[in-house]
């Protein structure tokens, strides 16, 4: 099997003119695939906005890079490693972690923090899932935290659509001075050097393996983990950096060397020359082996040719090899060979680029039947303690401090928000903070995939502020089944304008991302599940002030009646039905404006967004983090006096948020919202043993804070022990 169909086989043949020898084949094979080239998305991919005041534009690099002031740069790339995860979870997950950090070292910043977005099917019932949650969550801990990197933040859910299948995203920031970037470039006669682990069978076929559905346990195509070693080849680069010792620097991750020297060739407008005789192998290999492996912690570098000792012995100093495997040449080809023996050569700008596909797209019949679908009716009674309860224990909503405790989030002290609350943010050497948040919806997107992947976004947006940085930019990582299905092409495209509209009204640029297709399995196709990660800077980390009974609790934003795809239908009446939430820029931007506002006048002592289960989850989880109760009219919530108490309790209408202020500061609170346009309005105060829920004058939910603290803290690590 060569991995290419049989019209890509005769479009190559007819650009180089002659049929591929089988070396050849097997590297355009690595590159054309899905997972590489993004031939059913790249032309796409162009309607997201791509400029912005802080981007700092390079194409050749894997990572963003955003100037931060002061001379500081931050970085920042999503990756995921699905379907080696569902193989082999904790080698999955490990080395998705080690690939992104070496993105992030590839630009010639340091890595500073980590974040991981992991969904999983449904583990109260399935103890696979269960098996696979566990592997994830230890491979993603032993890796960060042997390199020394904190895992500071993410997300984690679960929907049955996943079942015998994971998507482990994971998200990393670097940060470094701007003069220190390294610049890519290249010259005639520079030397090719291959820095790191030594090349193995793991992973050949790797990036056609993630191009196809998962139906087998192929083993062989998922990586090694070696964390270790790792941790020495980001000083080894470091020290070459400042050294001035590299032009230019690229992470081998999908593809391998095949796919890393025609890309590094292509951007840089050189062809390379590359001697697989001389690269560091750890076993006997066959010359297409060589050139597909995706064995781990290796980099490929250009140096000038004179620097090759010096890279080599900065390299012995760390224990790490250093070979010299090729020459950058005047040609455009890519030239490989073993010792003088030809065994490919092509032009360097056909093999990095695969025919790209528009395929057909469908709106999908389910949508239909989703929009006949009978709303439930209000609970018996009216009473609705037990479900907010149970909500608080949903696997979807309760504390996932039994995942994010095994991994260490404090190393190298920038930590300044720990992971459980609404976003990350890290301390920068330049005064300022950086915030990432990460967020997805797989639930929202699938009853509406266009309004569900603009959520996602605006939620991200809402998390950032909730720490009080402003977003400056967002990477995409776009996760569905097959593109050859036009039902599963049409939720692409309409979530892909979804965010796109949302970025271009809000002036976020998108500055990374990465497109993820074929998540399926025998069992049928994952839910549409895009994840945004938006990047924030502050000037200030919250003073966070200590919260007292009497405080006033705030509702900013407006409530509608959207309870498509809500957790309150799902979980409490296991179904599907209504109106997914949908996005008004105005009143997003009018929101987030005000919560920003009332951090820098120093009025909120807390602020949480709401999400999923609404307002009546934000209220509870405010409670429980503040170990106090609550008395709260929700009717005085902007939008809610004229709807049901269960809609007013658990619809997830974005731009909400639920804040905390000083009794003497509610009015100038309100009063700094109503600047900004937003609808805001005082519902309650803290105190008391329980969380007290009125509508209309009743009482409609109430319950004990202990009892609401232990089910939300103690239930995902009970599910997930079975």
């Known amino acids: 099997m060569t991995g290419l169909t049989q019209t890509e086989m005769e ?52 990572s963003a890079v955003l100037d931060v002031g002061g001379g500081y740069v931050i970085t920042v790339h999503i990756e995921s490693h699905n379907h080696p995860s ?34 999983f099917g449904d583990i109260r019932s399935d103890s696979h899932a269960r098996w696979l949650l566990r592997g994830a969550v230890s491979g993603i801990a032993h890796y960060g935290n042997c390199i020394g990197v904190p895992t500071v933040g993410g997300e984690l859910g679960f929907d049955p659509c996943y079942a015998d299948y994971a998507l482990v995203d994971v998200a990393a920031i670097g940060f470094g ?26 992973g050949i076929g790797g990036s056609q393996f993630a191009s196809d559905s998962l139906e087998s346990d192929d083993r062989s195509a998922v990586q090694i983990p070696d964390p270790f070693t790792e941790k020495l080849v980001i000083e080894a680069i470091l020290e070459a950096r400042d050294a001035g010792l590299l032009h230019a620097l690229k992470d081998l ?23 697989v005789g001389q690269v560091h192998t750890r076993e006997e290999l066959a010359s297409h082996e060589v050139m597909t492996s995706e064995s781990q912690e290796r980099m490929l570098g250009i140096i000038a040719p004179g620097s090759v000792a010096d890279m080599q012995e900065i390299c012995a100093k760390y224990g790490i090899a250093c070979s010299r495997i090729g020459t950058v040449t005047e040609s455009s080809d890519l030239h490989v060979h073993d010792s003088g023996a030809d065994l490919a050569r092509m032009p360097v700008g056909i093999v990095a680029n695969a025919p790209l596909l528009d395929l057909p797209r469908t709106r999908p019949a389910y949508l239909e039947e989703l929009a006949r679908a009978r709303v439930p009716d209000a609970l018996p009674g009216g009473d609705y303690s037990a479900s907010l309860l149970s909500l608080l224990g949903s696997p979807n909503i309760a504390s996932t401090e039994h995942v994010y405790s095994r991994y260490d989030h404090e190393v190298g002290i920038r930590t300044v928000v720990r992971p459980g609350r609404d976003a990350a943010l890290l301390r920068l050497d330049n005064a300022k903070y950086v915030s990432l948040a990460i967020d997805g919806n797989p639930a929202h997107c699938y009853v509406d995939p266009r309004a569900g992947a603009a959520g996602c976004f605006e939620e991200a947006c809402r998390n950032t502020v909730c720490v009080g940085a402003r977003p400056i930019g967002m990477v995409d990582h776009m996760q569905f089944a097959s593109p050859q299905d036009p039902e599963i092409f049409w939720t692409f495209i309409e979530s892909l304008e979804g965010i796109s509209e949302y970025a271009r009204a809000m002036e976020i640029p998108c500055v990374g ?22 990047i924030g800077l502050a000037d200030s980390a919250p003073k966070n002030p200590a919260v007292a009974d009497g405080d006033v609790i705030v509702a900013i934003g407006t409530s509608r009646n959207e309870m498509g795809g809500s957790e309150y239908y799902s979980h409490v009446h296991k179904t599907v039905a209504g109106s997914c939430p949908q996005v008004d820029t105005g009143s997003s931007r009018a929101c987030l404006d005000a919560v920003l506002a009332l951090h820098d006048g120093g009025l909120a002592k807390r602020v949480h967004d709401c999400s999923k289960g609404g307002l009546g989850v934000a209220l509870a989880k405010m409670c429980i983090w503040e170990g106090r109760g609550c008395d709260v009219a929700l009717d005085g919530a902007p939008g809610c006096a004229d709807m049901g108490a269960d809609v007013a309790l658990y619809s997830e209408s974005h731009s909400r948020f639920v804040a905390v202020l000083g009794a003497p500061d509610a009015q100038q609170a309100l009063d700094i919202a109503a600047k900004s346009g937003a609808a805001c309005a005082v519902i309650g105060r803290f105190g008391g043993s329980s969380i007290g829920i009125n509508y209309r004058g009743r009482s409609v939910a109430s319950v004990g804070l202990q009892d609401a603290s232990d089910t939300w803290h103690t239930s995902l690590e009970r599910t997930a022990h079975g």
């Open 11 to 62: 479009a190559l043949s007819g650009r180089i003119g002659r049929r591929p020898n089988p070396v050849e084949t097997s590297i355009v094979a690595a590159e054309w695939s899905e997972h590489c080239s993004y031939k059913s998305s790249k032309k796409h991919l162009a309607m997201l906005p791509r400029t912005g005041a802080h981007l700092v534009d390079d194409s050749s690099y894997d």
């Open 513 to 534: 991302g990465k497109v993820s297709f074929y998540n399926e399995t025998p069992s049928g196709p994952i839910k549409p599940t895009p994840v945004i990660g938006v």
């Open 86 to 119: 569902a193989v082999e979870p904790f080698g999955g997950a490990a080395t998705g972690v080690g690939g992104v950090i070496r993105d992030i070292l590839s630009t010639g910043t340091r890595p500073i923090a980590l974040l991981d977005g992991l969904r």
């Open 177 to 202: 001075l701007k003069t220190r970037l390294i610049q890519n470039h290249a010259e005639p006669g520079d030397a090719v050097v291959l820095i790191g682990g030594s090349t193995g069978r793991d």
């Open 253 to 275: 991750g999908g593809g391998g060397l095949s796919c890393a020297t025609s890309e590094m060739s292509d951007s840089l407008g050189v062809g390379m020359s590359i001697d």
